[in-house]
Structures are given as structure tokens and as C-alpha cells.
């Protein structure tokens, strides 16, 4: 059960943002809200996380509801390599990363 | 600074037989964790390392066993190979047990005929 929903596929055109959404509405006050991508052929890598508050790196921005029922994992300016599976996942405060519950994702596409 | 590396990358068995994938962690790294990942799905958790104890389970069969040794390379073990074994394995290292950014390694492709 991986305790989040996503849609199972978007399209982006290279250069445009892009929003990626993930519900979590059974969410716990100590859950924290991760993403990770998996490109073509390649093991997931490691994109961003937060608790209530968003956030921001070099990848990527995470823009979490003020309910924290939903977030939306934000890529500023899409390009070709960010063609990827995206995962959002429930992580409980102190949980390893061995408790990584993957769902299928949401299968990011970007047009040239 | 190297990555996760495992090996081998393909690897086909037939069925009834034994396997042994390998994985070298990032340097640094003492806690490895193994997931299985079919055509299609996402990885799904088999167990983690944390020096060279087993430090959590998925829901897995114990023909799924590992090792982890002193320099935190690791070992995942599978006996009496099914069909259904065939998935992409990957290793995924972080810096304790408790630090939640995981590297992921390329993965070893196991096909079982």
C-alpha cells in the first residue's frame, strides 16, 4: 500500500514548467512527503523531501498543502533528461530509508 | 566520490537454481537496503542492512537472504529461483539508518527460464 495517488502519466514540452501532483490525505503529523525519479534503465534518484513547509533545491521545488493532504512536485523548466518516473512517497519521521514504499509513479514525458 | 555499483547487470538462471547479486556501497555509506522491481511497477523493499545486521524485513519468502559485510558491500542471496523472480534488483546505500536520502545503484537484471 503505497498510501499515495498520482495520475499515472503526464506530458510536458521541453522549457515549461511543470507540476506534479500526489494525494496523501490519510496522512500523519510526522510523515514526510519524498519524491524520487527513476530515468530510463536507471535506479531512482533522490529528488526532494519536506514535512509542512516548502521546499526548494537545485532539482526541484515542493510546494506541500497547507492540510498536508496533497503536495506538487514542481520542475522549473522541464528538459529532455527530466523524462522520468516520479514517485511520491509517505516516509514516517525516524523511518529509514529501507521503509521507501514505492507506488507505480507518475511517467513524465517532455516534448521537444 | 563512486556510486552504488552492483554486479553483475544481467544475469539469466533457470529455475530451481541459485543466485548471488553484489553491491559496493557509496563510500561512507553503512546502511544498504535491496528492492525488487517487476516490469512495470515500483521497487518493492526486501530487506536493509545496518552494520552487517539485518535491521528490517519486506514481505518477502526467506529463500531471500543477504549479507552485509565490514566494509558495507552487500550481498543479496536467492534460493530455488521461481519465474516469478524475474525483476530488475537494486541496491540502494545512505549514510545510517536513519538518514532517509537513498543511492540507488543501476540495478542487476535477473531473468529465471
Known amino acids: 500500500d503505497a498510501k499515495t495517488t498520482q495520475p499515472n502519466s503526464m506530458e510536458s514540452n521541453e522549457e515549461e514548467p511543470v507540476h506534479l501532483p500526489c494525494n496523501h490525505s490519510?496522512?500523519?503529523?510526522?510523515?514526510?512527503i519524498h519524491w524520487y525519479r527513476q530515468l530510463p534503465s536507471q535506479g531512482p534518484e533522490y529528488v526532494i523531501h519536506?514535512?509542512?513547509s516548502n521546499v526548494n533545491n537545485r532539482m526541484a521545488s515542493l510546494a506541500i498543502a497547507e492540510d498536508r493532504k496533497s503536495s506538487t512536485l514542481i520542475l522549473h523548466r522541464a528538459t529532455l533528461r527530466d523524462a522520468a518516473v516520479y514517485y511520491c512517497?509517505?516516509?514516517?519521521?525516524?523511518?529509514?530509508?529501507?521503509?521507501?514504499?514505492f507506488g507505480k509513479g507518475t511517467k513524465l514525458s517532455v516534448k521537444p | 566520490e563512486t556510486g552504488v555499483t552492483q554486479s553483475p547487470t544481467h544475469l539469466i538462471k533457470t529455475r530451481g537454481q541459485q543466485v548471488t547479486l553484489r553491491c559496493s556501497s557509496q563510500?561512507?555509506?553503512?546502511?544498504v537496503s535491496w528492492y525488487q522491481q517487476a516490469l512495470g511497477q515500483g521497487p518493492q523493499f526486501i530487506f536493509q542492512y545496518y552494520r552487517e545486521e539485518e535491521n528490517g524485513r519486506g514481505n518477502f519468502p526467506p529463500r531471500f537472504s543477504g549479507l552485509q559485510f565490514p566494509n558495507y558491500s552487500s550481498e543479496l542471496n536467492v534460493n530455488a529461483l521461481e519465474l516469478d523472480d524475474s525483476a530488475l534488483y537494486l541496491c540502494?546505500?545512505?549514510?545510517?539508518?536513519?538518514?532517509?536520502?537513498?543511492?540507488f545503484g543501476q540495478g542487476t537484471r535477473l531473468t529465471v527460464v
Open positions: 490519510t496522512i500523519s503529523g510526522t510523515d514526510y
Open positions: 512517497i509517505r516516509l514516517n519521521y525516524g523511518g529509514s530509508q529501507g521503509n521507501l514504499i
Open positions: 563510500s561512507g555509506h553503512n546502511t
Open positions: 540502494a546505500s545512505s549514510l545510517s539508518v536513519t538518514n532517509t536520502e537513498a543511492f
Open positions: 519536506g514535512l509542512t
